[in-house]
């Protein structure tokens, strides 16, 4: 199973970044591929489960760049938000 786990650093504090989201309503303007957004428990977990081991070591790559657009958004969101 390919699992994603990021921790970027960002140049912002955590109440900032929780704001961010927290802000639900916000989210179809900068996340991409966001149709509409919805209140309701926020977590970003990225697992894929393949039969076989040769698309498994595929799709960990690319869960990983996708993981990595939507964690950027955010990080792109705070830096138009709270510019210093």
Known sequence: MASVHKSPLV???AEHMFALVERIDD???FQPRCGG???GKVGFDLNNEL???A???VSGP???AIAGIFINA???RAES???T
């Open 81 to 83: 938000v709270y510019r």
């Open 62 to 64: 690319v869960s990983s």
């Open 51 to 53: 039969r076989s081991r």
């Open 11 to 13: 140049a912002h504090g």
């Open 37 to 39: 957004a919805r209140a």
């Open 74 to 76: 955010f990080g792109k």
């Open 55 to 57: 698309p498994e070591r």
């Open 27 to 29: 989210y179809p303007p």
